[in-house]
């Protein structure tokens, strides 16, 4: 089974776009000849990494960006120093929508997303915060 997991860093900075678009061709380009799939990868991740240039202002450390290949599915996620998401963190279940509200992130950004992708994940972990999209290919 075919499976890459490859993780570079970005600066917070729109003019980095062009460079993480290269980084997911590269990666993804031979597990997705479907050009539809690649393409709502790289929206989905754009508005993403966008919203955390945008919004999080609490520190200037690069972007993580990692993407999974496999088989059937392809998964990025972003990475991102926060040291203090959103309150709601104290509470068991992490409440996706609350946490883009807070954020103030574009709300139709993340409809858009919740559309495009098979998956989302979000996970806050000792002052970083995932965010993963998962697209099932087959």
Request: no cysteine; net charge negative.
């Amino acid at each position: 089974y075919f499976m890459t997991n490859e993780i570079k860093y970005f600066s917070r900075s729109a003019s980095e776009l062009p460079m993480i678009f290269k980084f997911m061709n590269t990666v993804i380009a031979e597990n997705a000849s479907n050009r539809k799939i690649l393409n709502e990868l790289k929206l989905s991740m754009e508005e993403i990494f966008m919203n955390m240039v945008r919004h999080n202002k609490t520190t200037t450390k690069d972007i993580a960006i990692r993407i999974e290949s496999y088989k059937n599915s392809i998964s990025i996620s972003l990475i991102d120093h926060e040291d203090n998401p959103f309150d709601i963190l104290n509470t068991d279940e992490i409440d996706f929508d609350e946490y883009f509200k807070q954020k103030k992130y574009g709300g139709l950004g993340i409809h858009l997303i919740k559309k495009l992708m098979d998956d989302l994940i979000f996970d806050h972990d000792a002052g970083k915060t995932t965010i993963k999209i998962t697209k099932h290919i087959n």
